[in-house]
């Protein structure tokens, strides 16, 4: 279903947290992403702003390798509260973060 990893996804909530000082940081995460894990940050976003429900998630995958107009990393950069809308879709899609979250704040 989705092509990214629940990790990735934590260290993309954990760096749009601080997109203050930290844009740089996850522009390049963004840039080490290939473009089916974009895909799937962008669905995992709509789903978690309640764009598409979670049961929708293959047309949510869809939408966003159809109809992208402008760069993934932009279009998410400019996302507000991107760090609230992956984690609930996430949620939404039975894959709690919290894990991953712990590891990479502690370091493993």
Do not use: C
């Not at 844009?23 to 995992?44: H, K, W």
């Not at 507000?80 to 984690?87: A, K, N, T, V």
């Amino acid at each position: 279903m989705l092509d990214i990893s629940p990790r990735k996804v934590a260290q993309v909530v954990l760096m749009g947290r601080e997109l203050g000082r930290a844009e740089r940081e996850l522009r390049g995460f963004f840039e080490s992403l290939n473009e089916e894990e974009m895909v799937s940050l962008v669905a995992i976003m709509w789903v978690g702003r309640e764009s598409f429900d979670a049961d929708d998630i293959n047309e949510a995958l869809r939408t966003a390798r159809e109809e992208r107009t402008a760069p993934s990393a932009d279009y998410l950069l400019g996302t507000p509260h991107l760090s609230d809308h992956l984690e609930n879709g996430m949620d939404a899609l039975g894959v709690s973060l919290m894990d991953d979250e712990d590891d990479l704040l502690s370091g493993h």
